[in-house]
Nanobody, 118 residues
Framework: VQLVESGGGSVQAGGSLRLSCAAS????????MGWFRQAPGEEREVVAT???????SYSDSVKGRFAASKSNTKITLYLQMNGLKPEDTAMYYC?????????????WGQGTQVTVSS
């Protein structure tokens, strides 16, 4: 399984970015994928997940600002980030699980940096 993220960059507060994560090595699209982030000196935290049934979950810190979506034909996960804040600055990682409900083995992308300036 390979995950390749793209779309990170630097924006000013209030701006928007869209992250993409292309997955390869899966034979179907019925598995959980998610976005995580890690700021310097902090632990990695979940941002959003979409399970194999299409159920979406968000962390409280991004609800109402970020939207995760998934293209099953391309097996690509997206994260639309609006209303970005300086505290959103972090390395963003895409994850894919072998299980349908965010369980089983986890695979990780290399990460893409998001920097939000005030």
């Amino acid at each position: 399984v390979q995950l390749v993220e793209s779309g990170g960059g630097s924006v000013q507060a209030g701006g928007s970015l869209r992250l993409s994560c292309a997955a390869s090595g899966y034979t179907s699209s019925s598995f959980c994928m998610g976005w995580f982030r890690q700021a310097p000196g902090e632990e990695r935290e979940v941002v959003a997940t979409i399970d194999g049934a299409g159920g979406t979950s968000y962390s409280d810190s991004v609800k109402g600002r970020f939207a995760a979506s998934k293209s099953n034909t391309k097996i690509t996960l997206y994260l639309q980030m609006n209303g970005l804040k300086p505290e959103d600055t972090a390395m963003y990682y895409c994850a894919a699980y072998s299980g349908r409900y965010c369980d089983g083995l986890a695979y990780w992308g290399q990460g893409t940096q998001v920097t939000v300036s005030s």
